[in-house]
Structures are given as C-alpha cells and as structure tokens.
C-alpha cells in the first residue's frame, strides 16, 4: 500500500509558495496546513500578554494556540512578521510545534508550506518545492497584500520599506541555529519573479505528477 501523499513547499516570505499550497490542496483534495500561522500566531500571543519575543521563552503561548488564534486577522502585520521570525528560532517552540504539523498530515497526506517542511518536518516527503523570487517582486506582493492604497503618493518608499523588512527576516530566518530556512537537497525550486500564479501552479502539478506519479501515490 503507498503512503498517503505529503507535498512540502518551502520558501521565504511573499515567494507565493502559500498561494500555490492552497491551490494544489484544492486541485489534488488534500488537506492544507500554513505552518507559517503557528509561528504568527506564538508571535501574536506574546506581543498581547507585553512579552519581548527577543529576550522571553515563547513555549508557552506555544503550547496554548489553538485553531481560532490561526484565524485572526491581524496575524500578517510586520511585529508579527518579526515576532514570528523571532519566537521560530527557539528550540523549545519548534519541538511543540513539530509534533502539530506532522500529525496533521500523517494519516491522510496533505500539502504544507513553511520555511522547514522538505527539511525538518516532512524530510521524506514525496514531493518537495522550494518556491522563491526576488526581494523587490516579493515586497511588491506583500505591500499589495496588506490591501495598500495604490495610490498612495509614498508607495514606492512603503515597498522599499517593506522589502528592507524582508530582507532582514530571510538573513534571521536562514542564518538561524535552529532549522534554517533553506531549500532540501532534493527540492525543485521555483522562481516566481516572472510567472503567473497560473503558470506556478501548472508547473507544481507537472512535478507532482512526474514525481508522485513514479512513487505510485497518485
């Protein structure tokens, strides 16, 4: 019997890996999980009970997350994005999370985008995507993201802002001792600077396909 189907998708902030984990979830009926939304979500909970993610244990605002913090809406500011980045990089927070992110996709497979699924979560996971794109294409996603006025006469300094933002997170994010942000050995990695969310999805399906199609999982 072949195991049930884990697609890990990888990448910096903004690349669009959650934007295609979604929709391959949807197009190949598997369950989803944003494991970026468990790490905002520690990070929220810190900022609200007045702790410094720099300086305190996060374990146990870890330890109390529960499926409706993940439904907040102010989970994508940028303290959160740095809280995130901040309370990610703590042992203690990982190990408990770790144990939440496998189990949600052990029995029925799934898709799962993060900074460590092909690397630390899932390391056999059938298929493994590194999605990324360059930090100006990214911050012009993120600014748009946040719902911006586009007419804004300083756009041009929110996205530059922004991207300085971005860039710090990748340099925490990846230089970090604790799971590194870094694409798996045996990940396809994907430049999204000059594709469509069309085109990225159609290419992540063709590797799945190949991929999954020769281990007998779909």
Same mark, same amino acid.
């Given at each position: ?6 697609? *890990? ?15 391959? $979830? ?13 790490? +905002? *979500? !520690? ?11 720099? *300086? ?5 605002? =870890? ?7 993940l439904k907040r809406g102010d989970l994508r500011v ?9 309370? /990610? ?10 144990? !939440? ?6 029995? $029925? ?27 100006? /294409?990214r911050a012009r996603r993120r600014w748009e993201q &946040? ?7 300083? +756009? ?11 860039? /710090?997170?990748? *340099?925490?994010d990846a230089g970090r001792a604790v799971a590194p ?5 045996? /990940? ?15 290419? =992540?399906?063709? &590797? ?11």
């Amino acid at each position: 019997m072949s195991r049930a189907l884990v697609i *890990a998708v990888d990448g910096p902030a903004a690349a669009g890996k959650g934007t295609l984990a979604r929709r391959l $979830a949807d197009a190949l009926g598997l369950p989803y999980l944003d494991t970026g939304l468990l790490y +905002r *979500a !520690v990070g929220r909970r810190m900022l609200d009970a007045g702790l410094d993610p720099a *300086a305190q244990p996060a374990d146990e605002q =870890a330890r109390r997350v529960t499926p409706e913090d993940l439904k907040r809406g102010d989970l994508r500011v940028p303290e959160v994005d740095r809280a995130a980045s901040l309370v /990610a990089a703590q042992q203690a927070v990982r190990a408990i999370l770790v144990d !939440v992110q496998r189990d949600f996709a052990r029995a $029925a497979g799934g898709v799962l985008d993060g900074r460590d699924i092909g690397t630390v979560i899932f390391p056999d996971a059938q298929v493994k995507l590194f999605i990324t794109a360059s930090p100006a /294409a990214r911050a012009r996603r993120r600014w748009e993201q &946040l719902a911006r006025d586009p007419d804004a006469p300083d +756009r041009e300094a929110q996205i530059a802002r922004v991207e300085a933002e971005l860039v /710090a997170r990748d *340099a925490a994010d990846a230089g970090r001792a604790v799971a590194p942000l870094k694409a798996a050995a045996d /990940a396809v990695v994907i430049d999204t600077d000059q594709m469509t969310a069309e085109q990225v999805l159609a290419e =992540a399906l063709r &590797l799945v396909r190949v991929r999954a199609g020769a281990l007998g999982t779909v």
